[in-house]
């Protein structure tokens, strides 16, 4: 197996912890533990496929990008006390799900992309799914605010 350079100390000995495939088996993600330092970090290897586009709200038109999926997530779950991971398994799923969802057509809006990641956060936590959604759903008065925590609560019982 190939090592992979670890970010903290550069050193090119590693060892694999864990490796995982997603469902369609088009991505391999491993946990990789430095032989020198002890740095844990994650590699990816993808199958070089024909790039996604994200229709947006206005029309226009830009290659998918997860990473941008997971700046929101990470901003909405910051602070919390999630279980080790989980943000990780958060957007295997994510991603899994939007690529499943773009299928042969490789196209998908931004608007599945943000309820496919609504519904996954409220999976996790309900305040994450808050936090997200008062973003993509634009809220801009309190009113929108109190309406989603009713609804949550008024499911949750």
Avoid: W
């Amino acid at each position: 197996m190939v090592s992979m350079k670890c970010p903290r100390c550069s050193s090119l000995e590693d060892r694999v912890i864990e490796s995982r495939q997603n469902r369609e088996g088009t991505t391999i993600r491993r946990r990789r533990e430095c032989l020198v330092c002890g740095c844990r970090f994650t590699s990816y290897e993808k199958i070089e496929a024909k790039p996604i586009i994200v229709i947006k709200k206005d029309g226009s038109e830009q290659p998918f990008d997860i990473s941008k999926v997971e700046r929101g997530v990470r901003t909405s779950t910051d602070k919390l006390k999630l279980p080790a991971g989980t943000i990780e398994r958060l957007m295997d799923s994510i991603e899994d799900q939007i690529l499943e969802q773009a299928g042969h057509r490789g196209r998908i809006t931004s608007a599945e992309i943000g309820e496919t990641t609504l519904r996954e956060l409220y999976k996790v936590s309900k305040v994450a799914y808050v936090r997200f959604a008062s973003v993509y759903r634009q809220f801009d008065d309190l009113d929108k605010f109190i309406t989603e925590i009713e609804k949550i609560a008024s499911s949750v019982q």
